[in-house]
């Protein structure tokens, strides 16, 4: 099939790196940094945070979402990433005879839509 017995590895090699790039490439918002992103914040570590640096809650940020898309809310995370402080929240909206799953970025100090 190929000319060299070690033509076909390096071509499944290629290939499935760039399958890996293109889903990297696919899966990230514009402008987000995966790296510097924390979205392991305890739910005790955000009670203090949002006292502490006057955060909304995630509740507050769920009803934002929910209100944005006309969808229903699975869960919101409070994230940190550069200094900023923002909610994940996934949202699942109906779609054309289905459900089709929504991520938004609600900022943490203001509940701005991003």
């Known amino acids: 099939m190929f ?24 899966s990230v918002p514009a402008g987000f940094d995966v790296e510097a992103a924390n ?3 305890s739910r005790a570590e955000a009670r203090k945070l949002m006292s502490q640096q006057g ?3 995630a509740a507050a940020a769920a009803r934002i979402a929910a209100q944005t898309t006309s969808g229903r809310v699975i869960n919101a995370r409070l994230c940190q990433s550069g200094g900023q402080y923002y909610y994940n929240v996934n949202v699942t909206q109906s779609s054309g005879g289905g459900n089709r799953l929504r991520s938004l970025r609600i900022d943490a100090r203001n509940g701005a839509v991003y």
């Open 3 to 26: 000319g060299e017995a070690g033509a076909g590895v390096d071509f499944m090699k290629n290939m499935f790196a760039a399958i890996l790039l293109a889903a990297a490439v696919i």
């Open 39 to 41: 979205c392991s914040i």
């Open 55 to 57: 955060l909304i809650s």
